[in-house]
């Protein structure tokens, strides 16, 4: 049973980042709509996001906050911790209400190691904005890593309440799920999150299911 279970534990829990969204900063055809995609393709989003920031003074303090904050997505996704971290820091000086420049230090202090920073990041990201399910997803994962099984399947089963298409928070709370040996609902959620588009999630399934055969 160990061995089954390891196929899923075995796995890091899956982090959500997201841009902010494009109405936050000036029109589409002045590199903001590059500058938001920070998940797909990352590299583009620092070059765009620099080029508005570059602009100064000339773009207001909210503006500027969620193009650092943006630019803070894609370094963390390009793994440069100390530039996300430093854009993150930016964001926040310049306006302390978004909450998505915490949530994304939340997670680049998970990734450094820094678990109470994350939580007291985190719990801002969600206070600032309690109907996101991403930064329940994230905090879900830090009460994982301090061995809180309970705290982290409610705060995935949260942000499942909040979105439920939510695949990433699916798939984490299987995992969370597999480290209890709770096999039923391992491999409920896994079959959810796998047919809401997560295919790796569909891989472990299969190979649960060929264990137990």
Known sequence: ?????????????????????????????????ACQRVNEAPAAAVAACTVLLD??????????????????????????????????????????????????????????????????DLNEAVRLDPRSPRPYNNRGNLHGLRGNADAAIADYSEAIRLDPTYALAFHNRARVHAS???????????????RLGRTEAGAELALIEQRLR
């Open 180 to 194: 209890r040996r709770d096999i039923e609902a391992t491999r409920a959620d896994l079959a959810e999150a796998n």
């Open 1 to 33: 049973m160990r061995t089954l279970f390891n196929i899923v534990t075995g796995f890091a829990l899956l982090v959500a980042l997201i841009g902010i969204g494009t109405r936050w900063l000036l029109k589409d055809d002045d590199g903001s709509r």
């Open 55 to 120: 602009r100064g003074a000339e773009i207001r303090a909210a503006r500027r906050a969620v193009a650092f904050g943006n630019r803070c997505v894609a370094y963390e996704n390009l793994g440069n911790r100390d530039a996300a971290l430093a854009d993150c820091d930016e964001a926040i000086r310049l306006d302390p209400r978004l909450a998505g420049p915490y949530n994304t230090r939340g997670v680049v202090h998970i990734n450094r190691g820094n678990l109470d920073a994350a939580f007291v």
